[in-house]
């Protein structure tokens, strides 16, 4: 019997029009932007403004121009997984509310919560979908409203995150494309030095909490570095080798974008030259969920049919991967 891939047949993105820059942070904590640039690569993220305005803003946006872009009418999706760490709500799923924005009547829909790592793990999980036959039309969101969740008086975080994401269409194909291999980890002592403290089961919303700031991400930064040079280069380099892969097979690696250091280091270890690095953390920052879809999206006029591109992540949890991918269709 033939082998049923899931192929990714299109993408798109949204980020919100507001733009952050690293002067106007300036203005809010003890930073500068020198500072923020060569520690991270990043000059700018963008904010979504506005009361009542969640992820779900986000991720319809870009599933409209999926849908628009790949002639998909809304009723023709079976399924939608949203990754993301800032749903609209902590229930129902920010999926479903996407998928009635949308017009997607016939589709259900989950979210998913993997941190920077959730488009690594929905991919997986949504190829999986395709690869049994049961599904034909797979919407993989990765989308987050960081801003919600930052404390802008917190130098240590509020210079990294950004709000954005995007989206794929996973459709079967019989070729030798799409999906070929994940590895994805998750180790969860790491949750001391990435999480937020207050608003779960284990507690939950006080007066104090909020007073405590214990509702915004909290980071400890270089202990997170650490981990994520190690384990997003080790991941990368995994996935490589079990498949026998070279770096001269590798035509793109898609780096989830926390620090320019972070991708160069997973770059050096798997042999790929700046010229294969899908880069955008200078104008989005760390978008979470957000940051692999939207590479793709940025850089899809330049992807071809039979390209092989190494996605990898490392994040919140720990959770970490890597993900074979050949490209299914050139530009259009
Ligand atoms: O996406 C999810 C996974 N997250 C990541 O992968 C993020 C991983 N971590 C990082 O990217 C980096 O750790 C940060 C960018 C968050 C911080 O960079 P760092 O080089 O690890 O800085 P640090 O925390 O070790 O701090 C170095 C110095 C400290 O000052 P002293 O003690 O040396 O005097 C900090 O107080 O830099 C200071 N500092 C700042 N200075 C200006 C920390 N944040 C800032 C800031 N502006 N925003």
Redesign the pocket.
């Known amino acids: 019997m033939t082998k049923i891939r899931a192929a990714i047949t299109g993408v798109h993105g949204y980020v919100p029009d507001y733009v952050l820059t690293n002067h106007e942070l300036e203005t809010m904590?003890?930073?500068?932007d020198e500072?923020?640039r060569s520690?991270?690569g990043i000059e700018e993220r963008r904010i979504l403004k506005g009361e009542g305005q969640g992820t779900s803003v986000i991720g319809a946006e870009a599933v409209k121009g999926l849908l628009a872009k790949t002639n998909t009418k809304a009723e023709e999706v079976d399924l939608i997984i949203c990754a993301t760490v800032t749903p609209d709500m902590p229930f129902p799923a920010t999926a479903n509310i996407i998928a009635d924005m949308v017009g997607a009547k016939n589709a259900f829909g989950y979210d998913l919560s993997a941190?920077?790592s959730g488009f690594l793990y929905a991919l997986a999980t949504g190829a999986q979908f395709i690869q049994s036959g049961t599904y034909k039309k797979v919407v993989i969101i990765g989308a987050d409203k960081m801003s919600s969740i930052i404390d802008y008086t917190d130098?240590?975080t509020c210079?990294?995150f950004g709000d954005g994401g995007g989206a794929v269409m996973l459709e079967p194909t019989e070729e030798d494309l799409g999906v070929m291999d994940s590895i994805l980890k998750s180790d969860g002592s790491g949750a001391p030095y990435?999480h937020m403290k207050a608003g779960g089961s284990r507690k939950p919303a006080t007066v104090e909490t909020v007073a405590q700031r214990e509702h915004f991400a909290f980071?400890e930064?270089?202990t997170?570095?650490k981990f994520?040079v190690t384990n997003m280069a080790d991941v990368a380099a995994e996935v490589m080798e079990k498949n026998n892969l070279t770096s001269n097979d590798i035509s793109w690696l898609v780096p989830?974008q926390?620090?320019k250091r972070?991708i160069d280091a997973t770059a050096r270890r798997m042999g790929v030259g700046d010229d294969k690095v899908m880069l955008n953390i200078q104008r989005y920052g760390?978008t979470?969920a957000g940051t692999l879809p939207l590479c793709l999206w940025d850089y899809e006029p330049q992807l071809k049919k039979g390209d092989n591109i190494i996605l990898a992540a490392?994040?919140?949890g720990f959770t970490w991967g890597a993900t074979w991918l050949k490209w299914a269709y050139d530009p259009k």
């Open positions: 904590v003890d930073t500068n500072w923020i520690r991270t941190a920077c130098r240590a210079i990294i990435l980071q930064g270089s997170v570095f994520a989830h926390a620090n972070i760390n979470t490392f994040g919140g």
